[in-house]
């Protein structure tokens, strides 16, 4: 099974402001990569996934993330952050052709005025 | 349409009861997965079915979690004798097609056990 690491367990930031959540897989055999978001007292969403093809990979909401393959990281960016931002994002990681996903332990993100 | 439904939503219970928790999943979704979420950390992995079928129960964390869906459809967790470390919050997801990646999962919103 794949193991997960989200470097930041909380990241403050301003509105408007640039973000960078930061995610780090342990395998580097082929996978699938994932990010959700998760608002409060609601379920996860899925902002992104790479399958395959181009290593930048742009989802909803404005977020983006880049898939690099020798780091195996799955980084996730957005250049102008809102207070609607403001959730908790997990990073997941599935092996090609597994239907389990393993997760990060997910990274809080405060937007303030 | 509808998405991903459980209940209940929240749920307390002592020692040493039984709990059934219920998935609802989006309908004609071939596939369901039950996560549990302890507090600060991200989902893990419970069980897989196919239609009716469990595929895959090794990340059942002891034998006194049951799972079953056998209609295909709803699914319902069972914890039995409940122990304080079930405390967590317990997602259902379902996809369209019988494998991952290709097939996003679709979460609820989660069933919140404490045991007290």
């Known amino acids: 099974a794949q193991s997960v690491t989200q470097l930041d367990s909380q990241v403050p930031v301003f509105e408007e402001a640039p973000v960078e959540l930061r995610c780090n897989y342990s395998?580097?055999?082929?996978?699938?990569l994932f990010w959700y978001v998760q608002y409060p007292n609601q379920g996860l969403q899925l902002l992104l996934k790479?399958?395959?093809?181009?290593?930048l990979v742009k989802g909803i909401n404005g977020f983006e993330a880049e898939f690099n393959k020798s780091q195996t990281s799955f980084h996730l960016r957005k250049p102008s952050v809102h207070i609607s931002d403001t959730a908790e994002y997990f990073c997941?990681?599935?092996?090609?052709?597994?239907?389990?996903?393993?997760f990060g332990a997910g990274t809080t993100v405060t937007v303030r005025a | 349409g509808a998405g991903v439904s459980q209940s209940p939503r929240y749920k307390v219970a002592k020692r040493g009861q039984d709990v059934a928790l219920r998935c609802d999943p989006i309908?004609?979704?071939?596939?369901l997965f039950w996560y549990q979420q302890a507090l600060g950390q991200g989902p893990e992995f419970l069980t897989y079915?196919?239609?009716?079928?469990?595929?895959?129960k090794s990340g059942l964390p002891s034998d006194r979690f049951f799972a079953e869906r056998p209609e295909g459809s709803v699914s319902t967790l069972k914890i039995q004798r409940t122990q304080q470390e079930d405390s967590a919050v317990y997602l259902c997801?379902?996809?369209?097609?019988?494998?991952?990646?290709?097939?996003?999962?679709?979460f609820g919103p989660g069933t919140r056990l404490t045991v007290l």
């Open positions: 997801a379902s996809s369209l097609g019988r494998s991952g990646g290709y097939n996003e999962q679709f």
């Open positions: 395998s580097s055999v082929s996978v699938y």
């Open positions: 790479y399958l395959s093809g181009s290593t």
């Open positions: 997941a990681v599935s092996d090609l052709g597994d239907y389990k996903l393993s």
């Open positions: 309908s004609g979704h071939v596939s």
């Open positions: 079915f196919q239609n009716e079928a469990q595929l895959d």
